[in-house]
């Protein structure tokens, strides 16, 4: 968790500390010189503010979209090998004849077991939380979930349980489960990037 909150803070800070840094500085240097300068440093340094708030906000945004599109992407080259495995499982429990190779099967194990994490995307929800309004929050939210939602996913392709009514071991996902939970990714994402597009409001999340 500590690292996903540096990559939050580190990755859309420095601009915004900028402004902060050294629009406090002119206002502070205008005081001394009068109020009427330093009523006129204290506008521009606000406008210079909303202006690195909204950069900063676009960067945040921007961040989780390439952190979620990289992990779709990665885990879109799975949704095959997932889906045999699953069978694996079943065609074992029967038994029928493997549909693939005990080679090829763990090379679709390895590939799986292989697979990129979450943490990109929950560092970038994090820092998305620090600027968006509370809608648009949310769905950076969605998109944490739904990444974790496919991950889980992948961790139980060979879990097995029993059906009560039968007898028999089946496995416990469905083979269509993985691009089921791949498309519900893909539907968060998309509603991220529309509401991200559309948010005028820089305020952070819990303040609109």
């Known amino acids: 968790m500590e690292t996903e909150m540096t990559i939050a803070l580190v990755g859309?800070?420095?601009?915004?500390?900028?402004?902060?840094?050294?629009?406090?500085?002119?206002?502070?240097?205008?005081?001394i010189q009068g109020k009427r300068t330093a009523a006129a440093a204290t506008k521009a340094y606000e406008s210079a503010l909303e202006v690195s708030l909204r950069a900063a906000q676009r960067?945040?945004?921007?961040?989780?979209?390439?952190?979620?599109?990289?992990?779709?992407?990665?885990?879109?080259?799975?949704?095959e090998p997932a889906m045999w495995l699953i069978h694996c499982v079943n065609c074992e429990q029967v038994p029928e004849p493997y549909p693939v190779t005990e080679e090829k099967r763990s090379s679709y194990q390895t590939q799986v077991a292989q697979r990129p994490t979450t943490t990109a995307i929950s560092g970038a929800a994090r820092s998305v939380a620090l600027y968006a309004p509370s809608t648009v929050e949310e769905l950076a939210k969605g998109v944490?979930?739904?990444?974790?939602?496919?991950?889980?996913?992948?961790?139980?392709?060979?879990?097995?349980?029993?059906?009560?009514?039968?007898?028999?071991?089946?496995?416990?996902l469905s083979e269509s489960q993985p691009r089921q939970t791949h498309d519900a990714l893909s539907n968060a994402i998309a509603s991220f990037v529309v509401a991200a597009g559309t948010s005028d409001d820089h305020e952070p999340a819990g303040t609109t």
């Open 144 to 172: 944490l979930l739904a990444a974790r939602d496919l991950d889980t996913v992948f961790e139980d392709l060979e879990e097995t349980v029993q059906d009560p009514a039968t007898g028999y071991w089946h496995a416990e």
């Open 59 to 79: 960067e945040a945004y921007g961040h989780l979209v390439r952190a979620a599109n990289d992990y779709e992407g990665a885990t879109e080259k799975l949704l």
């Open 12 to 31: 859309v800070g420095g601009a915004l500390g900028g402004a902060i840094i050294g629009g406090a500085a002119a206002v502070v240097s205008a005081g």
